[in-house]
């Protein structure tokens, strides 16, 4: 027993619950977090608050993320749920909320697939007016100072979009 690891099957994270929630019906951690900040989460992890976690435990591979608002890239994303869970060539990756609608295959050795029912995508929406920024204050989306995006390192991803709104242009079908 000295030398094996803690394997957890399931759990659950509510947070302002006022009762035990029930843990999920099959393998899987769901996380009902509050509104959050996700530049604030993602630096979390480039800190290496991820770091070691999987050294002396073995948490479930399916992971469910679910926050009634996260702003991220300079939107506002509403009534998000985002899941996770392995697949036979990779991960697949669930978006769902008010202003996505989409499935990533993130698949080893080969291209990911992204198939986007739809997507509103406005960052200039979220934009503080000049007049009313505070001193000191980050731009409410990463490309508002950048001329161009360089999509240099990424993976190659097939992309397909249903009904896609970008900076007030429709795409797609």
Do not use: H
Request: aromatic residues 8%; contains cysteine.
């Amino acid at each position: 027993m000295l030398n094996q690891k803690l394997t957890l099957d399931r759990a659950i994270w509510t947070s302002e619950s006022r009762t035990v929630p029930a843990l999920p019906d099959q393998q899987g951690i769901e996380l009902n977090l509050p509104p959050m900040d996700g530049a604030q989460w993602l630096a979390l992890f480039q800190k290496g608050a991820a770091d070691n976690v999987g050294t002396n435990a073995n948490f479930p591979q399916r992971i469910t993320v679910r926050t009634p608002s996260l702003s991220l890239g300079g939107q506002q994303w509403n009534n998000l749920s985002i899941v996770s869970e392995p697949a036979s060539n990779g991960s697949i990756v669930q978006a769902q909320g008010r202003e996505i609608n989409a499935t990533l295959a993130m698949r080893n050795n080969a291209p990911w697939l992204a198939n986007i029912k739809y997507l509103y995508y406005n960052p200039s929406a979220a934009k503080a007016s000049p007049t009313k920024a505070p001193l000191n204050s980050t731009p409410a989306s990463p490309f508002s100072a950048v001329d161009n995006v360089s999509f240099r390192g990424w993976p190659d991803v097939q992309l397909r979009c249903a009904e896609c709104w970008m900076w007030g242009q429709k795409y797609g079908r």
